[in-house]
């Protein structure tokens, strides 16, 4: 029986799969571990089931020692793993893709739409009772219709973000490293184009790739600059993707219109000049956060750990 470390609390279906067939040490404490428990507890485990939040590094493989097979990260993003390290010492990394696409494309679109019509304004207006009453020019947003959603990035959820837009009315420009599937694009009615197009054309423009040095502030003072000022930007990806001092600067002098983040630079914290204006929609983290959504991701993590120790190739492998 191997030792299987899950570095923080998943749901019970999860569980149930690994201590069906394996020791289980599960961190249930009701805050992130620790790194300096979390370096303790790794050593001699065979198999480490990561979140987000827990940096897999050559210091962690290490102490967890050469027995290690696998880490499963309960995660379609993997910058938190050391890949190559993993990769020197013989350790398999898998990742959780698809099951989690929907549900960030909800919250992306979702983003738009509160961005887009003020509706976080005028939430905070009422929850702070101000006096308010209907008029003509009254909280006035932006419509979608007729309008150019522009995507960075067109893996799955990027398309499933497009299609949300599709049924608005929405024209998709989008930008990635690859052409997508013909049939798709057909479907979208979605267009390949640069970024620095995608920039200027874009009503909306929004984030979903990958996070890693070539996107580390993809999105600064010249790329804002480049946008309309009637531009708004959704960032569901990660948060170093866009520089958080460049877009508040932005959104005060009136750059472009709006934004919306669910993830951020230096997460939890949020750039403190973000939290004092209205003209940014504000969320933590909640892509893939529904009851559905996080038990198929923690599932699939479980699935590619039972593979990898049972001598089978993993599901979702990253790389």
Same mark, same amino acid.
């Given at each position: &029986?191997?030792?299987?470390?899950?570095?923080?609390?998943?749901?019970?279906?999860?569980?149930?799969?690994?201590?069906?067939?394996?020791?289980?040490?599960?961190?249930?404490?009701?805050?992130?571990?620790?790194?300096?428990?979390?370096?303790?507890?790794?050593?001699?485990?065979?198999?480490?089931?990561?979140?987000? +939040?827990?940096?897999?590094?050559?210091?962690?493989?290490?102490?967890?020692?050469?027995?290690?097979?696998?880490?499963?990260?309960?995660?379609?993003?993997?910058?938190?793993?050391?890949?190559?390290?993993?990769?020197?010492?013989?350790?398999?990394?898998?990742?959780?893709?698809?099951?989690?696409?929907?549900?960030?494309?909800?919250?992306?679109?979702?983003?738009?739409?509160?961005?887009?019509?003020?509706?976080?304004?005028?939430?905070?207006?009422?929850?702070?009772?101000?006096?308010?009453?209907?008029?003509?020019?009254?909280?006035?947003?932006?419509?979608?219709?007729?309008?150019?959603?522009?995507?960075?990035?067109?893996?799955?959820?990027?398309?499933?973000?497009?299609?949300?837009?599709?049924?608005?009315?929405?024209?998709?420009?989008?930008?990635?490293?690859?052409?997508?599937?013909?049939?798709?694009?057909?479907?979208?009615?979605?267009?390949?184009?640069?970024?620095?197009?995608?920039?200027?054309?874009?009503?909306?423009?929004?984030? =979903?790739?990958?996070?890693? #040095?070539?996107?580390? =502030?993809?999105?600064?003072?010249?790329?804002?600059?480049? &946008?309309?000022?009637s531009t708004y930007l959704i960032n569901t990806a990660r948060g170093p993707i866009v520089d958080e001092a460049?877009?508040?600067?932005?959104?005060?002098?009136?750059?472009?219109?709006?934004?919306?983040?669910?993830?951020?630079?230096?997460?939890?914290?949020?750039? #403190?000049?973000?939290?004092?204006?209205?003209?940014?929609?504000?969320?933590? =983290?909640?892509?893939?956060? +529904?009851?559905? +959504?996080?038990?198929? &991701?923690?599932?699939?993590?479980?699935?590619? +750990?039972?593979?990898?120790?049972?001598?089978?190739?993993?599901?979702?492998?990253?790389?």
């Amino acid at each position: &029986m191997s030792r299987v470390v899950v570095t923080g609390r998943i749901p019970d279906a999860a569980l149930e799969q690994l201590r069906a067939e394996h020791e289980v040490d599960a961190w249930t404490g009701p805050e992130s571990i620790s790194r300096e428990e979390l370096l303790r507890r790794v050593a001699g485990a065979d198999a480490i089931v990561s979140l987000l +939040t827990e940096r897999i590094d050559g210091e962690l493989l290490d102490a967890a020692g050469p027995q290690l097979k696998v880490v499963s990260n309960v995660a379609v993003g993997y910058d938190n793993i050391d890949v190559p390290a993993c990769t020197e010492r013989g350790v398999v990394a898998t990742n959780t893709p698809g099951v989690l696409t929907e549900a960030t494309a909800d919250i992306a679109f979702g983003l738009i739409l509160m961005a887009t019509r003020r509706l976080g304004e005028g939430e905070r207006l009422i929850r702070a009772g101000q006096a308010w009453k209907w008029g003509m020019f009254f909280l006035l947003g932006s419509s979608l219709q007729g309008k150019t959603l522009g995507v960075v990035g067109m893996g799955g959820i990027g398309q499933a973000t497009a299609r949300r837009a599709k049924a608005f009315g929405m024209d998709i420009v989008y930008q990635s490293r690859s052409e997508i599937d013909p049939a798709i694009a057909a479907e979208l009615g979605a267009r390949r184009v640069d970024l620095d197009e995608l920039l200027t054309v874009s009503d909306v423009i929004s984030l =979903h790739c990958p996070y890693g #040095p070539n996107t580390h =502030h993809l999105i600064g003072a010249e790329q804002l600059s480049a &946008m309309k000022s009637s531009t708004y930007l959704i960032n569901t990806a990660r948060g170093p993707i866009v520089d958080e001092a460049a877009l508040a600067a932005a959104l005060r002098e009136g750059v472009i219109a709006g934004a919306g983040l669910d993830v951020f630079e230096k997460e939890p914290q949020v750039h #403190p000049e973000l939290l004092d204006l209205e003209n940014v929609t504000l969320v933590p =983290h909640l892509g893939s956060a +529904t009851v559905e +959504t996080r038990t198929a &991701m923690a599932v699939l993590a479980a699935d590619n +750990t039972l593979a990898v120790l049972r001598g089978e190739q993993p599901p979702t492998p990253i790389g």
